[in-house]
């Protein structure tokens, strides 16, 4: 679950790279000579790539709807619980790195981390879940 803003820009980045290698395989086929071996081949890859697309789209969708519902989660901590939660699953950051920027040793990051935790999951009946 770390760093969830970077992993759904990462799935969108490659959807739309993807994308444009479907639309480059596909304007290949428009050279060929119809019912040619070469024209079959690219025309797979281009029914693979869109698979591709569309599989990378709904893991998309799942990681927005997940993060999306540890933000709401995060509404019902504490403010210093929440932020913490926040700066360690959803922007990434170390334990030390959150410790320096809110000027509190690791230790005490642990115990307002595990607290958080301990709430989420003791108030939530439909547990986040990473496949």
């Not at 071996?37 to 698979?51: A, D, N, P, Q």
């Not at 981390?113 to 939530?124: E, F, M, P, V």
């Amino acid at each position: 679950m770390i760093e969830l803003r970077k992993s759904t820009q990462n799935a969108l980045e490659r959807i739309e790279q993807m994308k444009a290698q479907a639309t480059r395989t596909t304007a290949l086929l428009d050279g060929l000579p119809h019912g040619s071996t070469m024209r079959s081949k690219i025309g797979e890859s281009v029914v693979k790539l869109h698979t591709v697309i569309a599989e990378l789209e709904t893991d998309y969708f799942e990681l927005l709807a997940l993060l999306n519902q540890f933000r709401a989660e995060l509404e019902t901590l504490p403010p210093r619980e929440a932020l913490i939660l926040q700066m360690r699953y959803i922007d990434g950051d170390s334990f030390r790195a959150i410790a320096k920027t809110l000027s509190l040793s690791t230790p005490r990051i642990f115990d307002f981390h595990r607290r958080g935790l301990k709430k989420i999951l003791k108030a939530d009946s439909n547990p986040i879940v990473i496949r």
